[in-house]
Every structure is written in C-alpha cells, then in structure tokens.
C-alpha cells in the first residue's frame, strides 16, 4: 500500500491490539515528512515546517521531530487527508496552496495564507482602500504589534487568533464570546509587577520597641503554653487570663524550661545584685515593701522625683529589704523573707530558658573591653529582638543624678545601711 496516495492510515491512529500510536500510523508520519521536507518551499529559515496535528492546526512552526511527536499523541487536524495544501500539495489546476517563503513572522504568515499567493501587496497599498480594506490592512500591521511593551511571544492578532480558536474548540455562543471579551476590555492586564505590591501598609514604619518590663507585662497576659503533655483539662470557659501559681511565686507564674550545657559559675557582687533586685521589683508579693521603700523616701526627701525614686530603688531596695528581714520583730512572711534575703552565689548557668513561647537567654554587657566587664542581667527576647538592662551601671547613675538630690541619696544610704 502506497502511505503517500492511500491516507486511510491518517484516521487509524490507535488500536485495540497496540498500546499508543499504530505501526501503520507512524509510517505514514514518516512518508509525511518527508514528503513536506522535500517541498522546500514549505520550509522556513529555521529548517521547520507547519505542524497539522489537532491542536496546532497548521499555525505554529515546529521542528521535525516535534511535529513527528504532535502527530503521534494529537493525530492529524480534521479534513487535511484531502490534500496537504500547507506542506507543499497542489491543487487540481497546479496552484501551490502555500508558498510560506521566509517570513519569520507565524501571524502575518497566517494572513498571507489567508489572501493567497498571487495577492500584490504593495500595489493593493497604493491603491485607495476602502472601509473593509482598511481594517485589514489594520489586521495585518497589528500582526507585527507586541501585545504589550516587551512582549515578544504574542502579538495583538495572535492573541485574537487564540481567542476564536478557543470560541471555536468550546462552542461558545456569540452572546458568551461578546461578554468574554467586553469583560477583558475593562479588565486589562498588568505587567508591571508594581502594581502587585500595593497591598503594603502605607505605614511600613517598625514597630515600637519594648523595655524587658513591657515584654514580661505582656507574656504574663498570655495563655500558659504546656511544654510537653498537658494532663490538665481546661475548662471551656477560661479565656486563659488567670494563671494557676500552685506555690511559685508570681515572677515565675509560667511553666518554663531551661536549655544549653549546664555550667557552674560564682556570682559577683555586681551579679548577685543585679539578679536580686530583678526578682524583688519584679514579683507581686514584694509590691507592698516597694511603696514602704518608696513612701520612707518621700518622707525623708519631699522634692525628690519619681526618677530618682526608681534610682535609688533599683541602687538599695536589694538591701534595705535584707535589712528589715534581719532584724528581731520582723513579721515578714516566710516565702517574702526567702525572696529578702536573696540567691546564693554558686548557681548553675544554662545558655537560655523557653516559657510560654519566647525564648529568653542571657548574656554579659561589658563593652568592648573583655577585661573590663561590667556584669548585668540582660534579657533578650529572641520575639521581640529586645534588650532591657535590670540595673544601671554606675555611669548611668552618675548621669542621671541631680546636684539637688546628691546628698539627699547619700543620707538615705547611710540611713538604710542603719535600719
């Protein structure tokens, strides 16, 4: 049998006996190309030629072998056994249906396909156009026409090609087809990427940052986050704001765990103040001897200002707390005179401690002298990026005092050291 005269082959692409495309079928695809290789005219300068499967129709130039590959998963296009008009076949009387050239264009080729090769182009532009001519010679320029600035794979007439061919392939309504493309004409398309990120928020300022006291204030507003299995049930009602100390003190309300090697260290006198005074300021059940603290300073001093309240505390509250649990009448409850009389020196050091999702660990401030460390408790939040310093340093102290209250901090010192 003769593939190249006989095309019955061309409708017989599958079988029930063979698995894909047909040994008969992919002979004839063979005949196929070469026969429209060897019509060179139907060739392009890239060596390719119009694929005629389903889906490309005869528009897309393609390579040899990816026609091959179309033809064998798609099949031929419907009606092209009659003759191969776009590969080279002539028809009855000799006239070559498609004489491609070397337009590198695949639109305006289709467009020359359309008005036939014996069309004199330029002399049909010199003439005076009528209305109809007019929007075809419109058609055609617009077939050069990128769709939009910097495109350089789809043309306007390209784009209108896809979409009859879409109409087509769905048979869609002329009604449906007309809504289609009203609704594209009032929605165009975007391509800068600009116009993506306007959801920003106008304000793009960072956020405020928090003191260690803020960050505290609001973890101690969050539900307790369990770490491991939590046997308790927790009734539907709570909101999570109350939380169950069961005999810790309120500074350590959260469940918490530590993390890192452990490591033995001495706490200096600086440390050992620091850490001191960060729980005594810290913890509800000192707030009532913090206001006695603050109460005895206004009445020794009447003008002194709530700045140096806070200097003196964070600089004596430690001690002058240690004090009044010393002596003989004292009637400091017991976990409040546990809390006065402050840690021990030799601790175990870990590198953080995780409580209801943050991640807190600390580190020495000293500057950039390593000799010259100045120990203070730091607490940064790995959440919030934030550090607080628990105590001042003594420059810091010595910034912040005024020449009117000096003497007055030095009476209140010598005084505090007697109580």
């Given at each position: 049998?003769?593939?190249?005269?006989?095309?019955?082959?061309?409708?017989?692409?599958?079988?029930?006996?063979?698995?894909?495309?047909?040994?008969?079928?992919?002979?004839?695809?063979?005949?196929?190309?070469?026969?429209?290789?060897?019509?060179?005219?139907?060739?392009?300068?890239?060596?390719?030629?119009?694929?005629?499967?389903?889906?490309?129709?005869?528009?897309?130039?393609?390579?040899?072998?990816?026609?091959?590959?179309?033809?064998?998963?798609?099949?031929?296009?419907?009606?092209?056994?009659?003759?191969?008009?776009?590969?080279?076949?002539?028809?009855?009387?000799?006239?070559?249906?498609?004489?491609?050239?070397?337009?590198?264009?695949?639109?305006?080729?289709?467009?020359?396909?359309?008005?036939?090769?014996?069309?004199?182009?330029?002399?049909?532009?010199?003439?005076?156009?009528?209305?109809?001519?007019?929007?075809?010679?419109?058609?055609?320029?617009?077939?050069?026409?990128?769709?939009?600035?910097?495109?350089?794979?789809?043309?306007?007439?390209?784009?209108?090609?896809?979409?009859?061919?879409?109409?087509?392939?769905?048979?869609?309504?002329?009604?449906?087809?007309?809504?289609?493309?009203?609704?594209?004409?009032?929605?165009?398309?975007?391509?800068?990427?600009?116009?993506?990120?306007?959801?920003?928020?106008?304000?793009?300022?960072?956020?405020?940052?928090?003191?260690?006291?803020?960050?505290?204030?609001?973890?101690?507003?969050?539900?307790?986050?369990?770490?491991?299995?939590?046997?308790?049930?927790?009734?539907?009602?709570?909101?999570?704001?109350?939380?169950?100390?069961?005999?810790?003190?309120?500074?350590?309300?959260?469940?918490?765990?530590?993390?890192?090697?452990?490591?033995?260290?001495?706490?200096?006198?600086?440390?050992?103040?620091?850490?001191?005074?960060?729980?005594?300021?810290?913890?509800?059940?000192?707030?009532e001897y913090v206001r006695l603290y603050d109460g005895e300073l206004k009445a020794?001093?009447?003008?002194?200002?709530?700045?140096?309240?806070?200097?003196?505390?964070?600089?004596?509250?430690?001690?002058?707390?240690?004090?009044?649990?010393?002596?003989?009448?004292?009637?400091?409850?017991?976990?409040?005179?546990?809390?006065?009389?402050?840690?021990?020196?030799?601790?175990?050091?870990?590198?953080?401690?995780?409580?209801?999702?943050?991640?807190?660990?600390?580190?020495?401030?000293?500057?950039?002298?390593?000799?010259?460390?100045?120990?203070?408790?730091?607490?940064?939040?790995?959440?919030?990026?934030?550090?607080?310093?628990?105590?001042?340093?003594?420059?810091?102290?010595?910034?912040?005092e005024d020449d009117g209250y000096e003497s007055a901090r030095e009476d209140d010192?010598?005084?505090?050291?007697?109580t």
């Open positions: 049998m003769n593939l190249l005269t006989d095309r019955s082959w061309m409708a017989r692409r599958k079988s029930s006996s063979e698995i894909g495309a047909t040994t008969e079928f992919r002979a004839g695809c063979q005949v196929f190309l070469d026969y429209a290789y060897s019509n060179r005219e139907c060739v392009n300068d890239k060596n390719q030629i119009r694929c005629p499967c389903w889906k490309c129709k005869n528009v897309n130039y393609q390579d040899r072998d990816i026609v091959n590959f179309h033809l064998l998963v798609n099949g031929f296009m419907r009606n092209y056994e009659e003759y191969w008009w776009a590969h080279g076949q002539k028809r009855d009387g000799g006239i070559t249906i498609n004489n491609a050239g070397s337009s590198t264009y695949r639109m305006n080729e289709m467009v020359h396909d359309f008005a036939g090769p014996d069309f004199n182009w330029d002399q049909a532009r010199e003439q005076p156009i009528n209305a109809d001519a007019k929007d075809f010679f419109k058609l055609l320029d617009e077939g050069s026409e990128p769709l939009w600035d910097g495109c350089m794979k789809q043309s306007k007439l390209s784009a209108v090609a896809t979409l009859l061919n879409i109409k087509t392939d769905h048979n869609m309504s002329h009604e449906c087809f007309e809504s289609l493309l009203k609704a594209i004409k009032n929605h165009p398309f975007r391509r800068n990427r600009e116009n993506f990120r306007k959801g920003k928020v106008e304000n793009d300022m960072s956020a405020p940052r928090l003191s260690g006291t803020e960050i505290r204030s609001r973890v101690m507003r969050l539900p307790a986050v369990p770490f491991g299995k939590n046997d308790k049930k927790i009734d539907g009602n709570d909101d999570g704001g109350n939380v169950e100390l069961n005999g810790r003190l309120s500074v350590f309300g959260l469940s918490g765990r530590a993390y890192g090697k452990e490591k033995r260290i001495f706490l200096s006198e600086k440390e050992l103040h620091a850490a001191h005074t960060y729980i005594l300021l810290n913890c509800e059940e000192i707030d020794k001093h009447p003008d002194i200002t709530d700045k140096d309240i806070e200097i003196n505390r964070a600089k004596g509250f430690a001690l002058w707390i240690k004090d009044k649990a010393l002596t003989v009448e004292s009637t400091i409850p017991a976990n409040v005179l546990a809390l006065a009389m402050g840690p021990d020196r030799d601790q175990v050091s870990r590198n953080g401690y995780k409580v209801n999702g943050y991640d807190f660990h600390t580190k020495l401030d000293g500057g950039d002298n390593p000799e010259e460390i100045d120990p203070q408790l730091i607490l940064v939040s790995d959440n919030e990026e934030e550090e607080e310093l628990l105590t001042d340093t003594d420059s810091e102290l010595e910034n912040g010192s010598d005084s505090d050291n007697n």
